[in-house]
């Protein structure tokens, strides 16, 4: 059964960085494009980035795009969201996503599997 499985999110203070870890499992590591979304309370899942199957192409969304980098760890099957200059309103649960195709995307409903979400909290 395919799997995702977030991890890294915490309490961190604005302006500090902060890296998430999503591992997947083979079948989904090795053949689709793996993106990071998230959601902040009473607000809509928003994409924060993507990458590509071979890595090699990128995507991220307007807020986030100069302080986020993403990246794939072949060495683990694993995803990572390296954030820095984080702000109040990077606040969220964040969650990995996996598509079933080779192309990237930010829309929400193009994406077929989900990890359980890690949470980031930026604050004082």
């Known amino acids: 059964q395919a799997q995702l499985a977030e991890s890294g999110g915490r309490l961190v203070k604005p302006g500090e960085s902060l890296r998430l870890s999503c591992e997947a499992s083979?079948?989904?590591?090795?053949?689709?494009?793996m993106g990071w979304f998230r959601q902040a309370p009473g607000k809509e899942r928003e994409f924060v980035a993507a990458?590509?199957?071979?890595?090699?192409?990128?995507d991220y969304g307007e807020t986030v795009k100069g302080r986020f980098s993403i990246r794939r760890d072949n060495t683990k099957e694993a995803v990572h969201l390296q954030m820095i200059n984080l702000k109040p309103e990077d606040t969220a649960t964040y969650y990995c996503a996996a598509r079933g195709t080779y192309t990237l995307s930010s829309y929400r409903p193009d994406y077929d599997y989900w990890g359980q979400g890690t949470q980031v909290t930026v604050s004082s």
């Open positions: 083979p079948g989904i590591y090795n053949f689709y494009v």
């Open positions: 990458i590509s199957w071979g890595g090699g192409s990128t």
